[in-house]
């Protein structure tokens, strides 16, 4: 059996790797920490999401990625995995595109911005000076009080543009 966390130690010796597997022990640390464990098919879930740099992933993709490392997992027990994975801040949950980004990806503190690519599902975080209060007295103006810490932005990068 082909498991992904077994790739990525075939993957040993690249950044990529080298990268993963960082965040891999960071994440196996932080559910020690609480008394949870990163048992090997959340890891494997955290692992295809890590290996995917900077694009989100729908939990369908993710089903489709583990069967390819011939694990065959229900969807439902994916929605499950990504539960737990963003219940301990390891993952975050994108909800205009339905797909999954690992917090190394986005800063998990603070309110901010994330423009997403509705063509290659790349992400990147953007400066969130803008969102400070000129987002909330405009929120405030209109009568609503801003209650998510990241805003998300549906977008075009400008490789697919050009
Ligand atoms: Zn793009």
């Known amino acids: ?5 077994e790739e990525i130690h075939r993957l040993k010796g690249t950044g990529t790797a080298g990268d993963v597997q960082t965040w891999l022990a960071r994440a196996r640390a932080r559910c020690e920490q609480r008394g ?15 290996l995917r740099e900077k694009k989100f992933v729908t939990a369908y993709e993710l089903v489709d990625r583990l069967r390819e490392h011939d694990q065959i997992v229900p969807p439902m027990t994916v929605y499950r995995v990504l539960d737990f994975l963003i219940a301990q801040g390891l993952v ?71």
């Not at 790349?122 to 209060?133: F, M, P």
């Not at 987002?135 to 543009?161: K, P, Y």
């Open 1 to 5: 059996m082909r498991h992904v966390v």
């Open 36 to 50: 949870v464990r990163l048992t090997p098919l959340r890891a494997a879930v955290l692992g295809v999401l890590l």
């Open 92 to 162: 975050h949950r994108l909800d205009t595109v339905n797909g999954y980004v690992p917090v190394r990806d986005v800063q998990d503190s603070g309110r901010y911005l994330v423009a997403i690519c509705i063509r290659c599902a790349k992400v990147r975080q953007v400066d969130t000076t803008i969102l400070g209060e000129p987002l909330d007295e405009e929120l405030g103006r209109a009568g609503f009080t801003c209650d998510s810490s990241i805003v998300e932005v549906r977008a075009i990068c400008d490789s697919c543009r050009s």
